[in-house]
């Protein structure tokens, strides 16, 4: 049976970084009905291979779906850098063709080109590199900008337990900054939700001519934009306000950093996700 929808908006992530980019867009468009999936029970997806990270992302999106939701923004740049092209292209022709997918990959490559970058370093989990997905989109639109792409396994675990701003976890960050910064690099992409939670410790450590771009502020802008373009698809979206949080793995630390991601205290509900 096809899932109703009842005029919501989803936000998923693998796990907690997306509270941030909801928070965002939250505070830019309030007169909505949100709807947040964390998989957590799953996470990290950034070390997962192609395939399971596109079906994990895909039961995701389904589950969102079922909740009635009209839309869903993937706040997860490895799901958005793997999946979202597999999803625009074949899973939503067959399942729904009326409903939409957004991803964060795109909204930082449009911030980055529309500033005229030409050395654009990325940040990011060891699947988004390994896509490529940055390097591709910024080449897209720019064919003549050199992209450098640094693989970062330990900031998510980092970030999650609080050491980020411990001695070790500062020199971890700036080991993996060293290579980009010798690229000379003018633009820095955070490619990670969970990153706009170092980036003041990362502006501390580049040159102040580097511009750094992260995720939340100007993913929830060019959500505003792109639902202003389509304004069939904004009609279709319920003015009913709040936000209903769901996880994979219902646990106190979920609500824990949870409510530190969204900057307030969140009641999450359990999500019935399949665990590999």
Known sequence: MAAKSKGYIGVFDSGFGGLSILK???????????????????APYGTRSAEVVDQFT??????????????????????????????????????????????VVVPAVEEATE???????????????ASGTFSKELRKRNKKVQVFEQAAPLLVPLVEEGEHHSVPGKAILRKYLEPLLKKNIDTLILGCTHY??????????????????????????KFKEYLARH??????????????????????????????????????????????
Do not use: W
């Open 231 to 276: 304004p069939e698809i904004e009609t279709r979206l319920l003015g009913r306000t709040g936000v209903t949080f769901y996880t994979s793995d219902l646990s106190k630390r979920f609500m824990k950093l949870g409510s530190m991601f969204y900057g307030k205290p969140i009641r999450p509900r359990y999500a019935a996700l399949e665990v590999l």
């Open 196 to 221: 706009g939670h170092i980036e003041s410790l990362v502006r501390a450590m580049v040159p102040k001519r580097v511009r750094i771009i992260s995720g939340g502020k100007v993913v929830a802008r």
């Open 115 to 129: 500033r005229a970058a030409s050395r654009v370093g990325v940040l990011a989990t060891s699947r988004t590199v």
């Open 24 to 42: 965002e867009i939250v505070r830019t468009m309030p007169g909505y009905r949100y709807v947040y999936l964390g998989d957590t029970a799953r």
């Open 58 to 103: 895909f039961e995701a999106v389904d589950f969102l779906f079922k909740e009635g939701c009209e839309l869903v923004v993937i706040a997860c740049n490895t799901a958005s850098a793997e999946s979202l092209r597999q999803i625009q292209q074949h899973y939503l022709p067959a399942h729904y063709p009326d409903r939409r997918v957004l991803g």
